[in-house]
């Protein structure tokens, strides 16, 4: 077994600054997967794969490497992935297909253009309300707000408990970061709030049917197959949490790297046709979700180590996304690139194999709209301040970004 040279890779003060690019570089160099013993953050142990040929190896093996032990390095309590309690992300084959295919349809293209025309409403609504004071705090007025409206829209979440589903998802998947949770205790209790309340949603749109995708999902069957309250509950917390934190890190981040790189936002002005690409060259170069767990089901050989079964494997995404044998000059922002599908195809954002990202269809749908709102409406954009970073190794964000610009 080899040593990782980095023995505390997962440690919260490697990505205070964002997910550690030139620190996952120098590692792939050295070995494409390493084993990183334990220390306070990285209980047990557990293999680090840095390279994307090995990332794909892993994601599109899911016999050989289960998502039945959770997402993140840390193992939920165990009524959380057992018996009624799995939510999708965490089953196998084949409940997963099962349960995926129940609600596919719904996050289909032609489903989720049907939504565009909304979804711009929204987008529009949300630029109306800062642009005439020319500047605000991105990421709460802005950012934010669209995947929230969306998701909650499209699950038919009352307007009134869209803050407590927001700062539940927060608490949750920001659980490193006092300004939201109080740790890991506090984050599984937001999880368990959003299944419950989720499970909720559904009583009420039974005794109460009304037009949303909830109410499609409850009338799905597959055979005999029906998805119960509680059920519904666990589909709702992977689709809260997938929906908001993810696309409103993106939206952030592009801006960002906008600003950083004013031609590239002259670009997107002159040419909104570059748009979708633009947000393809966004999710690349900040991964939103930096790393998946996997947990091996036998011994297997992957790069030359030894992994025994019961080990567990870290899918570094952000990694794989600045792998120099795909993307040339991984570490430069350039939204020309990923115009090409050819390269494109290789950008590891949303995942790969069978559990890739259901959302990913809305996801860039709204990210192109919100794109093209401000490209279009906003000019002089300048920090007015260094936009301030979530302090998380799994979720790679900023929590505030205070910005000024003109009325373009
Ligand atoms: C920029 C935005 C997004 C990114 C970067 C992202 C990333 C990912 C990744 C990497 C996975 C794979 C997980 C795995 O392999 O275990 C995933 C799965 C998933 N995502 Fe997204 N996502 C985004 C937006 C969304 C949206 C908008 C939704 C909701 C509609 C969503 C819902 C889900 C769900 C439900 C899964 C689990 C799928 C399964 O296990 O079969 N995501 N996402």
Known sequence: MTACPVNHLMTLENFHQGA??????????DKAVAWEDENISALGGHWNVFSKE????VMKSPAIFSNAGGPRLEDPPKAMIQGANVSLNLMDAPLHRKNRSLVDHAFKPAAINRREDHIRQ?????IDEVIDKGQCEFVGEVAQRLPLAVICWILGVPETEKKMVCDLANTMMLADDPDFSGGPGESFAAQAQLVIYGAGLAADHRLHPRDSLTMDMLLAKDDDFQLSDHEYGLFFL????????????STAFGLAELIRHPDQYQMLTADPALIPGAVDEIVRFRTPITYYRRTATQDVELAGEKIKQGDTVICWLAAANHDEQFFEQPERFDITRCQRESVRKHSRSFGV??????????????LNIMFEEITSRMCNIQFVEEPKQALSVFVDGYKEMHISFDKA
Do not use: M, W
């Open 353 to 366: 194999g069978p559990h890739f990202c259901i959302g990913v269809h809305l996801a860039r749908l709204q």
């Open 122 to 126: 929204i987008a529009a609504r949300i």
């Open 20 to 29: 550690p690019y030139s620190l996952f570089r120098e590692l792939r160099q």
């Open 238 to 249: 992977n689709l809260i949490i997938g929906g908001i934190e993810t696309t409103r890190n």
């Open 54 to 57: 090995c990332v794909d190896k």
